[in-house]
């Protein structure tokens, strides 16, 4: 049986053949703008680190997520609500709460001093010589992985673009309300994905990593709130008093500065 080829009347042909043209243009494109989204993406980072860096005082609140895989290969996501006070270089305070954890560190510039809350428990140890310093001991000392404090850093362009093998200016996007600039970041192990403020003010709304190295990549989201900068704070702002009988420990023994529950199941590496 012979089947016949349906002509396209001439109209259609000539927005068809429009259409094509438009396609073959942006195809010869796509090198030059992905090379200038590349560009685009590490400019826009680079203005957001250096001003976060350039300030000396600042004060947010935000929401956070993380995700766990079990061996059963089900997704568990677990949120902490949470704040900080940041006076550059070297006072800090900040609490985060979940269901498992509510946890206030403290850092006076001498001092650090974590408090479990719903333990009832704390521990203090001599501090480094500045906020910048702390979050790496807590991270060498501690094994806590702090994913979100690398935007507070005063070199966090540096930390941030060490290792990164792509990077993408995707477009604009909305956050609370806020219009932001849409990033994204390849690294060997990560993926992650950052929301910039379009404006005068171009601070971090949006934070996601992309884990590669799991079973069904799971997803760390941080979501900043209420951010403010050139915040006086008060006199008594880094002050740490523990609660009436509470119990001290060594700094090794205080595991609730974890967004996890001590018995959360994490998938197999794949």
């Not at 002509?7 to 090198?31: D, E, F, N, Q, W």
């Not at 050139?230 to 008594?236: H, L, R």
């Amino acid at each position: 049986m012979t089947t016949s080829i349906p002509s396209v009347p001439a109209p259609r042909r000539a927005r068809l053949g429009a259409v094509s043209l438009i396609l073959a243009a942006s195809l010869i494109g796509t090198g030059s703008l992905a090379q200038a989204r590349e560009g685009d993406a590490q400019a826009i980072l680079k203005s957001m680190t250096d001003y976060v860096g350039s300030q000396t005082s600042i004060e947010f609140s935000f929401d956070s997520s993380i995700e766990v895989i079990t061996p059963e290969l089900e997704k568990i996501q677990f949120t902490n609500s949470g704040g900080a006070l940041l006076s550059r270089p070297d006072k800090l305070r900040a609490h985060r709460t979940g269901g498992y954890a509510d946890v206030e560190l403290v850092f006076d510039g001498q001092t650090v001093s974590v408090l479990g809350k719903s333990r009832n428990v704390y521990a203090q140890f001599d501090g480094p010589e500045s906020v910048d310093a702390l979050i790496e001991a807590l991270r060498a000392g501690q094994g806590i992985a702090l994913p979100g404090a690398d935007l507070l850093l005063t070199n966090a362009y540096a930390v941030l673009t060490d290792g990164i093998l792509e990077a993408k200016h995707i477009g604009r996007g909305i956050i609370d309300g806020v219009e932001c600039e849409h990033l994204a970041f390849r690294n060997r192990d990560t993926d992650w994905q950052l929301w910039v403020e379009v404006g005068e003010r171009p601070i971090p709304r949006k934070l996601v990593i992309t884990s590669k190295t799991l079973n069904s990549a799971p997803q760390y989201t941080l979501q900043v709130k209420d951010w403010k900068t050139g915040v006086t704070p008060a006199a008594d702002a880094f002050a740490f008093t523990p609660p009436k009988d509470a119990q001290k420990l060594e700094a090794h023994e205080l595991i609730d500065l974890d967004e996890l529950p001590p018995d959360a199941a994490t998938g197999d590496d794949q």
